[in-house]
């Protein structure tokens, strides 16, 4: 099975700081990743797929990229509402469909 | 708009067996493949099962395989996941999701499952 490790579990973060979320996969993966958005209490949301192609909705301060085994998930200027906990989900071993373990944003 | 809205969660005994039902709405249902995910409290995200659009092809987490079925009726727009010999480790919140191209588009809003004597 594939393992997809999320780095860091949690950071803190100044609103308009860049942010950078890592997802490693291990084994070459291509493209075949997703990212997902979850606050508090609510269902997650689709932001990215296939590694860089925004969600249609999704503000543009989000942004994904990489490939193979590295992948990179960024807010550009962290807002108040990007309050949430970010999960990598890889689709490159089907039919098993897996979640990194998650990487929680918070405003320092 | 797209929506789905699960029911059928509440507390059972270890060993005891529940039905969840997602009610999906605001697209063609029998053109995609429906799936269940779960989170224990405080814990990540489980894929836990998918369906194909007719119900020919089906997945399992090996957590659950043997365990839970899911089905769908096209003719309802209506996914389920019928779970039986329930243990403590499948308490979690469980979401309905429209899959995508392979990404979880779409999402309800989760029902809970309490195993616990």
């Known amino acids: 099975d594939i393992q997809m490790t999320q780095s860091p579990s949690s950071l803190s973060a100044s609103v308009g700081d860049r942010v950078t979320i890592t997802c490693q996969a291990s084994q070459d993966i291509s493209n075949y990743l997703n990212w997902y958005q979850q606050k508090p209490g609510k269902a997650p949301k689709l932001l990215i797929y296939d590694a860089s192609n925004l969600e249609t909705g999704v503000p543009s301060r989000f942004s994904g990229s990489g490939s193979g085994t590295d992948f990179t998930f960024t807010i550009s200027s962290l807002q108040p509402e990007d309050i949430a906990t970010y999960y990598c989900?890889?689709?490159?071993?089907?039919?098993?469909?897996?979640f990194g373990g998650g990487t929680k944003v918070e405003i320092k | 708009q797209v929506q789905l809205v699960e029911s059928g969660g509440g507390l059972v005994k270890p060993g005891g067996s529940l039905r969840l039902s997602c009610a999906a709405s605001?697209?063609?249902?029998?053109?995609?493949?429906m799936s269940w995910i779960r989170q224990a409290p405080g814990k990540g995200l489980e894929w836990v099962s998918y369906i194909s659009s007719s119900g020919s092809t089906i997945y399992y987490a090996d957590s659950v395989k043997g365990r839970f079925t899911i089905s769908r009726d096209n003719a309802k727009n209506s996914l389920y996941l019928q779970m039986n010999s329930l243990r403590a480790e499948d308490t979690a919140v469980y979401y309905c999701?429209?899959?995508?191209?392979?990404?979880?588009?779409?999402w309800g809003q989760g029902t809970l499952v309490t195993v616990s004597s």
């Open positions: 989900q890889q689709y490159d071993n089907l039919p098993a469909l897996t």
């Open positions: 605001g697209f063609t249902f029998s053109d995609y493949y």
């Open positions: 999701a429209r899959l995508g191209n392979w990404n979880a588009d779409y």
